[in-house]
């Protein structure tokens, strides 16, 4: 028997990212047509001032495969990462920034991984150059503390760049915490999680 392939929904949360948006899609759909599975890309525009709301619009309006989700006014990172998860109907979902931080061509090794079975698959910047002093060392005191006080093992230097299955989407639907960790969300919910390095 024939089987539909799988739908792959990546979230992009932005902010004021007209430099940098059409190029991450761009990239995106480059490195995506080349999977198996169908995809989506889902731009979730939190309170944008700047030209990228009117550019992610007229892409959306222009391709089937690309949509658009405007937030009322800016909630954050978090809050608009989470409303791209509530919305997406993939069978997996990809998180990641629109800034060019997250590299799409990492996105078909979180696939592979995905298609060995792992339900969260989280990536791993093996250096964080390009990034401040002041930035790496905030981060490395941020995550040495929340290690600390918190029980859940939130891996060091990955940022919400990940793939999350279909499953831990919907468990994270009845997670109704409002101030979210998303990444540290993602590791408590469970599930079979993995690890990719770039
Ligand atoms: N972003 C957002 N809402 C905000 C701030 C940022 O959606 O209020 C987006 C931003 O456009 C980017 C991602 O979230 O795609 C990460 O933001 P940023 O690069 O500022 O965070 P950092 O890289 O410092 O963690
Ligand atoms: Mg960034």
């Not at 230097?157 to 468990?171: S, Y």
């Amino acid at each position: 028997t024939v089987t539909d392939p799988r739908k792959v929904v990546v979230v992009v949360p932005f902010l004021d990212e007209e430099e940098s948006l059409p190029v991450l899609c761009d990239r995106l759909r480059g490195v995506l047509e080349k999977e198996p599975e169908d995809f989506e890309l889902l731009l979730v525009d939190d309170g944008s001032r700047d030209g990228s709301a009117a550019w992610a619009a007229a892409c959306a309006e222009r391709e089937p495969r690309v949509k658009l989700l405007s937030l009322s006014r800016n909630f954050g990172h978090q809050l608009a990462i989470t409303a791209g998860m509530d919305h997406a109907d993939g069978d997996a979902v990809v998180i990641m920034d629109a800034d060019l931080q997250d590299p799409p061509e990492v996105v078909p090794e979180l696939l592979r991984s995905w298609r060995e079975g792992h339900e969260v698959v989280y990536a791993v910047r093996t250096s964080r150059r390009g990034e401040s002093w002041a930035k790496r060392l905030l981060a490395a005191t941020f995550y040495k503390t929340f290690r600390r006080m918190a029980s859940v093992d939130v891996p060091l230097d990955a940022g919400d760049f990940r793939l999350v299955d279909r499953q831990v989407i919907d468990a994270l639907k009845q997670v109704r915490e409002l101030h979210r960790f998303v990444r540290g969300l993602t590791c408590w919910v469970g599930f079979s999680q993995s690890a990719i390095h770039y």
